[in-house]
């Protein structure tokens, strides 16, 4: 038994390799898209946290200027001096700071000045020595450091600057209130107004409620935010770029697409892997229906052959004396030359076919006396006892046509009926269509499957099947007759009539379209 070697090669090696590779190329790029993608989001990450860095330095650095200014002014030998020598000067040292308080260690308060009214001073003292003051842990400071408290109380955010300092061996502290709302209206503003144009910013709260600026909850993660490291540190800073939600959509889709791409690559290689195995299996399919092709046409020569030797060889040794033996004899011989030479006909057409050398003689003509023709020509080699009869529906019209295709065609649908009807009557039956003649031949055999009503027309192919064992054939009668209907305008078919056999039809189209009365419409 061969083993097809190339088959398995390809079912057992190639192809699980050439999954495994599109697996992995899949993978690989996708990942690849990937890493793209976070590589563009951390480019504009790191350049908004840059900016986000500087502008939060820049706020700190603001405050921390303004207290060492305020403080400067503020000497505990003299205590009342700064309340005269800083209103002139807060406009240019610091804008933002609204109160300036000065307390022993006790925390009673030794001066204070605000850039407000009487009744606002008063709240504001009050407000520092009932609920600010518990809050700075005033004894646990060290000497000399700045420090800062950033708290809500009743409802308003206060950022509180103070540092503990030494007098005549006593504890003195200076304490500055900034002005929150000022840093709001007017430092907030002015500090992105050079990147309004390409970045959209806002300051949130420890509750992530808004302080200032617009909403960027749709910026997804392209949000960057950092918060103030000592002073307002109950705030946070927040920036991502106005194309936000357009980059965060973008990288939706630019995902799905990538995806998409890669399994439509992955589906393609696996269409051309199945497009590989289909034609693989369809060679191999092909590769045997032509060994029984050569097998069968080996076995039709050989039959024929054989029968015209022996009876040749008997008239030739003069053995047969009976002159109605020798009659039968020369009519057996005739009858086997004729298959053989139809035999051999099939196999030249279908060769020329193959090579798509096919040509048509076409002419214009009658197709009743065509089929008249091809029926009292197969008539006489019917076997005794079968019957062969011809009906024409509705005039025919004249078509163009090559008469000796269509000899050929019919010659193969009778003989196809006659091997396998097994002598039931065959009817021959010309039609008038529309457009179309139609020419059909029928058996009263077995008839064909339905499954295989298409089938019957492929090359090589014979039906397998009861009824049909032991019949001679070559696979190639039926394929001529769809290529010649199919070279005059028609096509072939087969179908399973009532009252069983099978009828095997094919059309000619008509030279023009001829009116007809309803009969002829019918059929």
Same mark, same amino acid.
């Given at each position: 038994?061969?083993?097809?070697?190339?088959?398995?090669? &390809?079912?057992?090696?190639?192809?699980?390799?050439?999954?495994?590779?599109?697996?992995?190329?899949?993978?690989?790029?996708?990942?690849?898209?990937?890493?793209?993608?976070?590589?563009?989001?951390?480019?504009?990450?790191?350049?908004?946290?840059?900016?986000?860095?500087?502008?939060?330095?820049?706020?700190?650095?603001?405050?921390?200027?303004?207290?060492?200014?305020?403080?400067?002014?503020?000497?505990?030998?003299?205590?009342?001096?700064?309340?005269?020598?800083?209103?002139?000067?807060?406009?240019?040292?610091?804008?933002? %700071?609204?109160?300036? %308080?000065?307390?022993?260690?006790?925390?009673? %308060?030794?001066?204070?000045?605000?850039?407000?009214?009487?009744?606002?001073?008063?709240?504001?003292?009050?407000?520092?020595?009932?609920?600010?003051?518990?809050?700075?842990?005033?004894?646990?400071?060290?000497?000399?450091?700045?420090?800062?408290?950033?708290?809500?109380?009743?409802?308003?955010?206060?950022?509180?600057?103070?540092?503990?300092?030494?007098?005549?061996?006593?504890?003195?502290?200076?304490?500055?209130?900034?002005?929150?709302?000022?840093?709001?209206?007017?430092?907030?503003?002015?500090?992105?107004?050079?990147?309004?144009?390409? @970045?959209?910013?806002?300051?949130?709260?420890?509750?992530?409620?808004?302080?200032?600026?617009?909403?960027?909850?749709?910026?997804?993660?392209?949000?960057?935010?950092?918060?103030?490291?000592?002073?307002?540190?109950?705030? @946070?800073?927040?920036?991502?770029?106005?194309?936000?939600?357009?980059?965060?959509?973008?990288?939706?889709?630019?995902?799905?697409?990538?995806?998409?791409?890669?399994?439509?690559?992955?589906?393609?290689?696996?269409?051309?892997?199945?497009?590989?195995?289909?034609?693989?299996?369809?060679?191999? @399919?092909?590769?045997?229906?032509?060994?029984?092709?050569?097998?069968?046409?080996?076995?039709?020569? =050989?039959?024929?052959?054989?029968? !015209?030797?022996?009876?040749?060889?008997?008239?030739?040794?003069?053995?047969?004396?009976?002159?109605?033996?020798?009659?039968?004899?020369?009519?057996?011989?005739?009858?086997?030359?004729?298959?053989?030479?139809?035999?051999?006909?099939?196999?030249?057409?279908?060769?020329?076919?193959?090579?798509?050398?096919?040509?048509?003689?076409?002419?214009?003509?009658?197709?009743?006396?065509?089929?008249?023709?091809?029926?009292?020509?197969?008539?006489?080699?019917?076997?005794?006892?079968?019957? &062969? =009869?011809?009906?024409?529906?509705? %005039?025919?019209?004249?078509?163009?046509?090559?008469?000796?295709?269509?000899?050929?065609?019919?010659?193969?649908? &009778?003989?196809?009926?006659?091997?396998?009807?097994?002598?039931?009557?065959?009817?021959?039956?010309?039609?008038?269509?529309?457009?179309?003649?139609?020419?059909?031949?029928?058996?009263?055999?077995?008839? &064909?499957?339905?499954?295989?009503?298409?089938?019957?027309?492929?090359?090589?192919?014979?039906?397998?099947?009861?009824?049909?064992?032991? !019949?001679?054939?070559?696979?190639?009668?039926?394929?001529?007759? =769809?290529?010649?209907?199919?070279?005059?305008?028609?096509?072939?078919?087969?179908?399973?009539?009532?009252?069983?056999?099978?009828?095997?039809?094919?059309?000619?189209?008509?030279?023009?379209? !001829?009116?007809?009365?309803?009969?002829?419409?019918?059929?």
């Amino acid at each position: 038994m061969r083993v097809d070697w190339s088959g398995r090669f &390809i079912y057992l090696v190639l192809v699980p390799a050439v999954l495994v590779a599109a697996g992995v190329l899949g993978y690989y790029s996708l990942e690849a898209a990937r890493n793209l993608t976070r590589i563009s989001e951390q480019s504009v990450l790191s350049t908004t946290l840059l900016l986000v860095d500087e502008k939060v330095d820049r706020i700190e650095q603001m405050v921390i200027h303004e207290d060492e200014a305020v403080f400067q002014l503020m000497d505990p030998a003299q205590p009342e001096a700064f309340e005269e020598a800083w209103p002139p000067l807060a406009e240019r040292l610091s804008p933002s %700071v609204r109160a300036l %308080v000065m307390l022993d260690d006790g925390g009673n %308060v030794i001066a204070d000045r605000c850039r407000c009214t009487d009744e606002e001073r008063e709240d504001f003292v009050k407000t520092l020595t009932e609920q600010i003051l518990p809050d700075l842990a005033l004894h646990e400071a060290p000497i000399g450091q700045l420090r800062h408290l950033h708290r809500t109380y009743g409802e308003l955010s206060y950022l509180v600057s103070y540092r503990a300092v030494r007098h005549d061996g006593r504890r003195v502290y200076m304490v500055a209130h900034h002005d929150t709302g000022y840093v709001v209206r007017t430092v907030f503003p002015d500090i992105f107004v050079n990147e309004e144009r390409e @970045r959209r910013w806002n300051v949130v709260d420890e509750e992530n409620h808004l302080v200032y600026g617009p909403s960027l909850a749709r910026a997804g993660d392209y949000l960057v935010g950092r918060t103030f490291p000592t002073t307002f540190y109950g705030w @946070r800073i927040q920036v991502a770029p106005k194309a936000a939600p357009a980059l965060r959509a973008g990288t939706e889709t630019r995902q799905y697409t990538e995806a998409a791409l890669i399994a439509l690559s992955l589906l393609v290689m696996l269409l051309g892997v199945g497009a590989l195995l289909y034609g693989a299996a369809k060679e191999s @399919r092909l590769n045997a229906l032509r060994s029984e092709f050569i097998a069968n046409v080996s076995h039709e020569l =050989k039959t024929p052959l054989s029968v !015209v030797r022996m009876f040749s060889e008997m008239l030739l040794t003069e053995r047969v004396r009976d002159d109605k033996k020798k009659r039968q004899y020369l009519e057996t011989i005739l009858r086997e030359s004729e298959r053989l030479s139809a035999l051999i006909e099939n196999v030249l057409d279908f060769s020329a076919i193959e090579r798509g050398k096919e040509a048509y003689d076409f002419r214009e003509g009658d197709l009743t006396d065509v089929v008249a023709r091809a029926v009292d020509t197969y008539r006489s080699r019917l076997e005794a006892g079968s019957t &062969i =009869k011809l009906e024409t529906i509705g %005039v025919i019209p004249p078509a163009r046509f090559d008469e000796q295709a269509l000899l050929l065609a019919l010659l193969n649908l &009778i003989d196809n009926a006659a091997k396998y009807g097994g002598g039931t009557p065959i009817d021959v039956t010309i039609e008038r269509g529309r457009r179309h003649v139609y020419l059909r031949v029928r058996d009263h055999g077995p008839g &064909i499957p339905h499954e295989h009503h298409r089938r019957v027309f492929e090359r090589f192919f014979r039906v397998r099947s009861k009824g049909h064992d032991g !019949v001679r054939g070559s696979g190639i009668g039926l394929a001529l007759v =769809k290529r010649i209907a199919e070279a005059h305008g028609g096509r072939a078919w087969a179908e399973s009539p009532e009252g069983g056999g099978a009828q095997v039809s094919f059309s000619v189209r008509c030279l023009a379209d !001829v009116p007809q009365g309803p009969a002829q419409q019918a059929a």
